[in-house]
């Protein structure tokens, strides 16, 4: 039962490490040196979206958005600043106050900044499961905008139903 149960992990695992973020156009992308290239503040609304939902860029950039941030409304804007090699941290503002801020772990590759993968598995044996990845990147275009772009894979069970969502996004978000 054990060993069942560690291989099933396995090919999971495995076969999850093969879903990766779209690549943008490459004549679109900027080339990037450091992440200080990042560095500047961004409108909070996408000027472009290729997705139904629409979400800000806090929204996207923070898995644990609560209510209130996830409802900003008026001039909110989001700075980002390089801390390190690997790690951006990502500042809300509304009207010039600071609301929330929030580090994001990555690392850079060719020209666009590649968040950790951000999984959660909950295996119960025919009972429940659940597995989630989500994963972000960022780059810049020619006109110094913010490009994101993101990938959500989840699926579970509960006994025997099977059921999954996944779902990719490129938005784009002016530089002020």
Known sequence: MSIRLLLILSCIIFLT???SVKQVQSDRVKPIETLSDFNGSYKN???ENDSLTG????????YQATGSESNMTGETIVRLKAL????????LFQRNKLINSVIINGKLKQNYFVSRHNRKIIPVPFIYGHFSNKQLQFSIDQYNNLTLDGINNQWGWVFVFLASRDNSFTDRYKKM
């Open 45 to 47: 609304y996408a000027v």
């Open 84 to 91: 390190n090699t690997k790690q951006i941290e990502i500042t």
């Open 55 to 62: 979400k800000t860029l806090w929204n996207r950039l923070n």
């Open 17 to 19: 490490g093969c879903a």
